[in-house]
């Protein structure tokens, strides 16, 4: 009797729960488990690349506005990897320099190539902030449920067993259901942090596009100033 009730007490340990389970419980929980892990690895992902790109954008501001002449900045940016504010930049500028290059003369033209080629890197940015944010809102909403289907096979598969054995004492019963539960209980492990690093990365994506996109229509308004002073002594010799 002793043994049998070491044997039982072993059996309702996390493991023992697991190794106890059906087939298809145990592949709901290695589901969980992995989207789980998945889940954590896009958190640390995302807290450094987010950090990342803050200390970037500041770092490019305070560049942009020391006074530093934009033909000096373009030189400089021109020929890295750009990302964030300084991407938007160099496209801008580069479509600039090209306009100008190939004898542009109406600054309307000039301008809407200007905020399109600024719209389509602001764009791109955008995406790669929110990337892999979509998985986070899977996992968040679907988590409970897969771990919830884990749940009812596992209670059914019990059930079975316990009319096949014509026993129903709790000893009997209460494993069986331990076992469909845990799958619920992972289920809701994956889900919870899922769903706060959604809404947190959401909104950290967020304010860093904004940021962004006020750039952008500042640099939009520098270099419609600046088109005015290229083109208008143009025309007016024409």
């Known amino acids: ?14 493991w023992g729960l697991f190794m106890q389970a059906g087939f298809v419980v145990k592949l709901v929980m290695l589901g969980l488990i992995a989207a789980s892990v998945w889940t954590w ?12 790109a803050r200390r970037q954008l500041d770092s ?23 990302s964030g504010m300084s991407a938007i930049f160099v496209a801008a500028m580069r479509e600039w320099k090209k306009s100008f290059e190939r004898g542009a003369r109406s600054p309307i033209g000039l301008q ?4 399109r080629a600024m719209d389509v890197t602001l764009s ?25 289907f884990g749940t009812v096979v596992g209670i059914m598969t019990s059930f079975q067993a316990i009319a096949g054995s014509k026993q129903t004492s ?32 959401s909104a950290d994506a967020g304010k860093l596009t904004a940021r962004m996109e006020g750039f ?11 088109i ?9 010799a024409q």
Do not use: C
């Open 112 to 115: 809407m190539r200007i905020d």
């Open 170 to 201: 709790l000893a009997v019963v209460a494993p069986g259901i331990a076992e469909a539960l845990l799958a619920t209980a992972i289920g809701l492990l994956a889900a919870i942090p899922a769903v706060i690093a959604y809404n947190k990365f």
């Open 216 to 226: 952008a229509d500042e640099f939009s308004a520098i270099l419609s100033r600046q």
């Open 60 to 82: 490019f501001e305070q560049v942009f506005w020391s006074g530093q002449s934009l033909e000096e900045l373009y030189r400089t940016l021109s020929d890295r990897q750009t």
């Open 124 to 148: 791109r940015e955008s995406e790669t902030l929110e990337a892999r944010l979509g998985s986070l809102a899977t996992i968040g909403s679907a988590a409970p449920f897969v771990g919830l």
């Open 228 to 236: 005015d002073e290229k083109l208008q002594p143009r025309a007016a």
């Open 41 to 52: 690895g896009i958190v640390v992902d995302k807290t450094v690349s987010y950090g990342k």
């Open 1 to 14: 009797m002793e043994q049998v009730g070491l044997d039982a007490a072993h059996s309702v340990t996390l």
